[in-house]
């Protein structure tokens, strides 16, 4: 057990949820559509990607008030993902974090108009004149953002995966879908947070670049493996799905026993990068830990 580590993720967590609730409260009215995102943004959630914002911020000190805007949008498109991920013609899934699915309480039409509003809300966040930074940072930041979430990003990856369901898929190909379906989100949250700092280093920046696709693969193998041990209680969706509906996984085309060997080499690899890596590294070696040990 890590206890500052644990009081520093619950910190951040409720960091980024108040942020959130605090934003939406200011620029929500009272409708259908604003209620289903709303649920679809701030029902729980480990919060992971924003932790990664944060704790790749840490490395040289960048201000907390700027990573929050960086936060808040990764955890908003992430949001979005997932409730159009869940729709009926999409992953089909009718529980999400313990709850009831966004469809599923609201409707499919009101889940897809809330995933569409979630999208352009993110960058609303980014232009954001409370949001004060360099507009040239900005622009590099919504670019950033633009190109992992767009059709050579993670629409890519979900689209590949709709098309590849039910096919038998090689390991080559299984990691490209993911890369690009789970991967580029992760890798945007790096990037974003460290392209803003005040001591920017091209050669770091390409290792952190590195580690972030390798974290996604490691998050994803983990969720894989997950899958197919873990109840739907503890998961908060529901589990042995990938199995159910014949999706190709690391555990499906690899085995757990090879796969579990996979997840700790993607570790070792992670933890290597880290150590190349200038700055203030012991959060950023906390949160990879904790995402290498989850349960959930």
């Known amino acids: 057990m890590n206890n500052a580590f644990d009081a520093w993720q619950i910190s951040h967590q409720d960091r980024i949820n108040n942020f959130l609730k605090k934003k939406l409260d200011k620029k929500n009215s009272k409708n259908t559509i604003n209620d289903a995102a709303n649920y679809a943004l701030l029902n729980g959630g480990k919060r992971f990607r924003a932790l990664l914002v944060y704790a790749i911020g840490e490395i040289n000190a960048t201000n907390q008030n700027i990573l929050d805007f960086i936060a808040a949008s990764i955890e908003i498109i992430h949001a979005y993902s997932l ?29 897809i108009l809330a995933g569409d509003g979630l999208q352009s809300l993110a960058f ?13 940072k900005k622009i590099n930041l919504i670019s950033h953002l633009s190109k992992a979430i767009g059709i050579n990003g993670m629409v890519f990856g979900q689209s590949l995966d709709m098309e590849c369901s039910n096919k038998e898929l090689d390991i080559k190909l299984l990691e490209k879908i993911q890369k690009k379906k789970t991967g580029e989100l992760i890798h945007a949250s ?20 590195k580690l972030a696709y390798l974290l996604g693969q490691l998050y994803q193998i983990t969720d894989d493996i997950l899958d197919g041990t873990s109840t739907s209680k503890d998961l908060g969706k529901t589990s042995g799905k990938d199995q159910k509906d014949n999706k190709a996984t690391y555990v499906s085309i690899m085995g757990i ?12 690899e992670i933890k290597n990068l ?20 989850r349960d959930y």
């Not at 890596?277 to 070696?285: A, D, V």
């Open 257 to 268: 026993t090879k796969s579990i060997k996979i997840k700790e080499n993607f570790y070792v």
């Open 274 to 293: 880290v150590k190349q890596i200038p700055g203030n590294t012991q959060t950023l070696n906390d949160l990879i830990d904790k995402i290498y040990a």
């Open 124 to 136: 609303e966040f980014l232009v954001s004149p409370d949001f004060i930074i360099d507009d040239t």
């Open 190 to 209: 790096c990037m974003m947070s460290y392209s803003i700092s005040n001591f920017f280093d091209p050669s770091v920046e390409d290792c952190i670049s």
């Open 83 to 111: 409730t159009h991920d869940d729709l009926p013609d999409m992953d089909d899934d009718s529980l999400r974090r313990g709850l009831p699915s966004c469809h599923i309480k609201f409707g499919a039409s009101q889940a």
